[in-house]
């Protein structure tokens, strides 16, 4: 499978405490984007790399929230003292910089995150 | 926060009509794309247009683009169950896409 891949698809976890996410993208692509999705809304964006640089991140990204992209390759989200309006989907998506004027993403199937 | 509305919520029709689904956005574009999403599931992408495109095709797909108001539409033709989906259209620069509020598309046999 060439695609997206994220880990865990599912997650529960109980306020407060701490959870982590990875995403591996299409191997040739050197973007990768995560967004939160609640339930009835699009995706919003959170924070986008540039192989290992992180070049933005959203408000909604909070100080609990923190992502990673040590090599240019997988990437990590880890959420802090969680609170149940964290509870959301969490998407991956990478591009190539070979797209870069037009920013064709490809997602991955998500982690879902339960906060009880 | 969201780029704009779809128009409608939510759409429920059979098989074998068509469907449209409108979105408005609010800033100037560089291009507008479309996405489906089935229920709980990533995001694919199904077509891209262009700011100086007015419309385009893609297999049963039809995209119109309006930047005078500032709007697009997709039509799926000759719908089939399969299709049953969300539609989020969005705009983008290289960092982000900023997504739409979606159309629930229910297509029945």
């Known amino acids: 499978d060439t695609g997206v891949s994220q880990d865990p698809r599912h997650k529960i976890t109980k306020r407060g405490q701490n959870v982590t996410f990875r995403c591996d993208p299409i191997?040739?692509?050197?973007?990768l984007y995560w967004y939160r999705q609640t339930l009835g809304q699009g995706p919003e964006f959170l924070t986008y790399f540039q192989n290992e640089a992180q070049l933005e991140k959203s408000r909604l990204l909070s100080d609990r929230f923190s992502a990673e992209r040590p090599k240019g390759s997988f990437s990590t989200l880890e959420i802090q003292r969680t609170e149940q309006g964290d509870s959301a989907m969490y998407l991956c998506?990478?591009?190539?910089?070979?797209?870069?004027?037009?920013?064709?993403?490809?997602f991955g199937p998500g982690t879902r995150l339960t906060v009880l | 926060s969201q780029q704009g509305e779809e128009d409608p919520q939510a759409l429920s029709i059979q098989e074998g009509e068509n469907a449209t689904m409108n979105c408005s956005y609010k800033?100037?574009?560089?291009?507008l794309q479309w996405y489906r999403q089935n229920s709980g599931r990533g995001l694919v992408h199904l077509i891209l247009?262009?700011?100086?495109?007015r419309e385009k095709h893609s297999g049963r797909l039809r995209v119109t683009l309006d930047t005078s108001k500032k709007s697009s539409s997709l039509l799926i033709t000759a719908s089939r169950a399969a299709d049953t989906a969300s539609y989020f259209c969005?705009?983008?620069?290289?960092?982000?896409?900023?997504f739409g509020t979606g159309t629930r598309l229910q297509v029945t046999l």
């Open positions: 969005a705009t983008g620069t290289a960092s982000k896409l900023t």
């Open positions: 191997s040739e692509h050197n973007r």
């Open positions: 998506a990478s591009s190539t910089h070979w797209l870069s004027s037009y920013n064709e993403q490809f």
């Open positions: 247009i262009r700011s100086n495109e």
């Open positions: 800033t100037s574009i560089n291009n």
